[in-house]
């Protein structure tokens, strides 16, 4: 039972760290673009998501009301305005604008905010559990989280293959100079892509700062979590990125039950294993 | 008033100049095919009047207005369109889904799903399919569709008998006479050049960037298009 | 009748040469007119110079884009503290052993992350560093997750006094960067080095020429690996201590190193002293302000990254052609007939 109880734990785990993943998934998958400042953009919605809660007085989970199109119109124009121009120039530009991009966003929130650890407050569901037969509790809120996880993966493959930008989203990631002599504006359609990416970046900074501290030096890790989850998913499908983090948080949970100190590098090896036996992942899509 | 008209368009990639003042002149509802050896200038052509490689303004006038340079889907916005050598097919996308794509610029028209499929019954049965496990006839018929599909006032064909067997040919040139009924202007890139000129009322002949020859298509002597091509 | 020769050096670079003979002069006579803090200063622009060089050869030449050298400065650094604490070697043989240890462990790590491309061979390296990070704080031997520092018996093997060991670190300083930079230099003026510019420039025409791109990228990262080890050593033999956080600090070692090489120009020898000169003016002037530096740089990173992609020595080289460590080989055609000396360049 004890085994049972570390899969479902991290199975749970997993779905914060699909959130943490889909967004660095979307932007790859479509505009093979690997967003180095994507931890750090997590972080900041927490930030925003901090001041929104104390001008205004609404719960963290109300608040995403606020953060959600805040981040969804900054990730429009830093595409748009800039990240755009680094996706014809090869493999450095991105990478190093997306550098830059995550350590002026670390020093501006250290010299705004300071260097203190910061928590968002739910209230009492943060601790309320169920009791499953066999003596197995689930917290509410990492269920809670897992079914955010769940309906953002279905709710982009809903997008994705049932709407015409859907369909032009597939055909950018498929060939993007074809699509933009079928009358697609691939400007606007990063753009939106890196935008919507951003709905779940959000959202995964606002759940996860309801449980976690955080300070502005966080966003790095949760880039590797994300990045491991992508990886160990495989690259370009999105239920792979959600198999994936659950498999991640399987492999912590595992580690965690032999001792606290080896929950991240338990996942780390997991991912090294992965990257070794079958570096495409176990469920890879993408065409390169 | 000719619908397209390039005027000295010269073309460049990089530093290497792959047209040399080229004009060449297409009417509303016209065929007119381009042809030429490899290397020629042909898809560079087609890809500069589609947007997708970038010259001087006035060097593509379509309706009146120079348009040189605009980006392809600007070019798509304003009524041309590209069945791009090799198919270049969405390998993701169901056939169906190819061609919805084509109607991605919702431009007002003739073309919609059904005449597509009206034009080639056999993509019906094929709709749900994945694109890439289609032969290559009729690949090249949903790329046609796709680019039906955005109601184009001038259709760019290059290469449509690419890897193709002759009877697959023969069906996918059956079909241009029904584009032609729409009004719809068509240049044909082909290195078939009997089907090319069978298939067209003028013809241009380029070599190594320029234009060798301009010249109604029927009847015009085959051994002066034969030295044109190869340069004699 | 012909004849020809190769041509390296041209007169930017003599002048360059004449002039860094009494700059070094000027550097090594530090310990007799400068105080502890400016040698430390010097001894840190020393040995940043050596990493942004390392990690150009590695990025810019071999392309290979790590964000995970840290892995081998801590490496570095643990190892020396372990050889010497735990092993009681003498602190000398066990500074070089430290380099080895780092080049060996790079062996394995190619064997995962020679599989990725690009940017994910990138957050690859960077995983790999953590790996390291955590396992190091695991070793409760060394101190676990709060670290060890260097005894005082270690520390009486470098001198007995601690001015002749602040000397003695520091000439280990300037001489472990001369040395870096001279390997770098004359690696890249080699036949390896025209493989690896073939490499960058073209990876599958240079394999179809016949070079050996796997193996030559292998060698880079392995002997980069090293250096950065013994490196490493020397940081923290200077800092006497260490700890997971402060040995795999990427800020530390890897961001500062990148926005060096980028922003002084990528794929030069030149440009990561540029960029070491820009670094230190902002951190110095900048100072008092926090961490503003760093946003400054990060957002000159990203202009240059976007408007100047080759950096600032880049920039200069394509308007001026100059070439200070001169690696360029110019073919001299010496025509008798006419008696003309023709200057034909091959880039």
């Given amino acids: ?288 | 008033m000719s619908l397209l008209q390039t005027k000295n368009l010269s073309a460049f990639y990089g530093d290497f100049q792959a047209l040399f003042g080229i004009d060449v002149t297409v009417g509303e509802g016209e065929t007119i095919a381009v042809i030429g050896a490899n290397g020629a200038g042909k898809t560079t052509f087609l890809r500069s009047v589609a947007g997708a490689l970038p010259v001087a303004r006035e060097s593509v006038v379509f309706d009146g207005e120079p348009i040189g340079g605009r980006s392809a889907h600007d070019m798509v916005l304003l009524g041309i369109a590209m069945v791009p050598e090799g198919r270049r097919l969405f390998p993701s996308l169901t056939v169906e889904e190819n061609l919805l794509l084509g109607g991605h610029t919702k431009r007002a028209g003739t073309w919609n799903l059904k005449r597509v499929y009206d034009l080639f019954p056999r993509l019906y049965d094929l709709r749900h399919m994945p694109a890439p496990t289609l032969s290559g006839g009729q690949q090249q018929m949903v790329a046609i569709g796709r680019g039906l599909m955005s109601n184009p006032r001038l259709l760019l064909c290059d290469e449509l008998s690419l890897g193709l067997a002759p009877v697959v040919i023969r069906d996918i040139y059956a079909s241009l006479p029904s584009i032609a009924a729409e009004r719809t202007a068509v240049i044909l890139v082909e290195q078939d050049i009997n089907r090319a000129l069978d298939a067209s009322t003028r013809f241009y002949c380029f070599l190594e960037g320029r234009l060798a020859l301009s010249e109604p298509s029927k009847g015009f002597d085959r051994a002066a298009i034969t030295a044109a091509y190869f340069g004699f | 009748m012909a004849s020809e020769r190769v041509e390296r050096a041209t007169r930017a670079s003599r002048t360059a040469a004449v002039c860094a003979v009494p700059f070094l002069g000027l550097l090594g006579s530090l310990p007799w007119w400068g105080d502890s803090g400016e040698m430390r200063l010097v001894a840190e622009m020393a040995y940043y110079l050596a990493l942004a060089q390392l990690w150009n050869l590695l990025a810019g030449y071999a392309g290979l884009v790590s964000v995970g050298q840290q892995a081998y400065v801590g490496l570095g650094g643990y190892a020396l503290f372990y050889m010497t604490g735990v092993l009681n070697m003498n602190v000398y043989p066990a500074f070089v052993l430290a380099g080895v240890f780092a080049g060996l462990i790079s062996i394995p790590v190619t064997f995962a992350v020679f599989r990725l491309r690009g940017a994910y061979f990138a957050v690859g390296t960077w995983v790999i560093s953590e790996i390291f990070s955590l396992s190091a704080s695991l070793i409760t031997a060394m101190g676990g997750g709060a670290g060890t520092s260097l005894t005082p018996a270690i520390l009486r093997e470098i001198a007995a006094a601690r001015s002749m060991r602040e000397t003695i670190i520091y000439f280990a300083a300037l001489t472990s960067s001369v040395l870096v930079c001279a390997v770098v230099y004359l690696l890249l003026r080699s036949r390896h080095g025209l493989a690896l510019t073939a490499i960058r420039d073209s990876e599958p025409a240079s394999a179809s020429l016949g070079v050996n791109t796997f193996r030559t990228k292998f060698l880079i990262y392995v002997a980069t690996a090293a250096c950065t080890g013994l490196i490493g050593g020397l940081i923290f033999l200077q800092k006497l201590r260490i700890s997971p956080e402060a040995g795999f600090s990427i800020n530390d070692w890897t961001v500062v190193v990148i926005f060096m090489v980028v922003i002084g120009g990528i794929g030069t020898i030149e440009g990561p002293f540029v960029g070491l000169i820009v670094y230190f003016v902002l951190r110095e002037f900048l100072a008092d302000y926090g961490t503003i530096y760093l946003i400054l740089m990060g957002a000159i990173a990203i202009g240059v990254m976007l408007l100047a992609p080759s950096g600032i020595w880049g920039f200069v080289v394509q308007r001026h052609g100059v070439q200070l460590f001169p690696i360029q080989r110019r073919l001299v055609l010496d025509s008798r007939s006419t008696g003309a000396v023709e200057r034909g360049s091959s880039r």
């Fill in chain 1, 1 to 288: 039972m004890e085994w049972l109880n570390v899969l479902i734990q991290g199975s749970l785990l997993g779905g914060i760290y699909a959130l943490f993943a889909i967004g660095l998934s979307l932007s790859f998958g479509i505009m093979r673009l690997v967003n180095i400042a994507h931890g750090d953009l997590i972080i900041l919605s927490a930030y925003v998501a901090l001041v929104v809660t104390q001008q205004t007085g609404l719960d963290p989970i109300s608040s995403l009301v606020v953060v959600v199109p805040v981040m969804f119109a900054l990730g429009y124009a830093v595409q748009r305005g800039l990240l755009n121009f680094t996706l014809a120039g090869g493999l450095l530009p991105p990478l190093l604008v997306t550098f830059g991009i995550s350590i002026i966003i670390q020093n501006g929130l250290l010299q705004g905010f300071g260097a203190y650890t910061r928590r968002l407050q739910e209230g009492s569901i943060e601790t309320a559990s169920v009791q499953l037969p066999g003596g197995i509790s689930i917290g509410v809120y990492p269920l809670l989280v897992f079914v955010v996880a769940l309906a953002g993966v279905a709710s982009l493959q809903l997008l994705f293959y049932r709407t015409g930008i859907g369909r032009a989203f597939r055909a950018v990631s498929d060939d993007a100079d074809t699509a933009e002599l079928m009358g697609i504006d691939n400007r606007k359609l990063y753009a939106l892509a890196f935008a919507i990416a951003m709905i779940f970046t959000a959202i995964a900074g606002v759940l996860f700062a309801i449980r976690t501290i955080f300070d502005p030096a966080s966003g790095p890790i949760r880039l590797i979590l994300a990045f491991e989850a992508v990886i160990i998913g495989g690259l370009g499908s999105i239920w792979g990125t959600l198999a994936g983090g659950v498999l991640l948080g399987v492999a912590q949970a595992i580690g965690a039950a032999f001792s606290p100190t080896w929950q991240i590098l338990a996942g780390h090896l997991a991912f090294l294993i992965v990257l070794i036996v079958r570096p495409s992942g176990l469920f890879p899509r993408t065409r390169d």
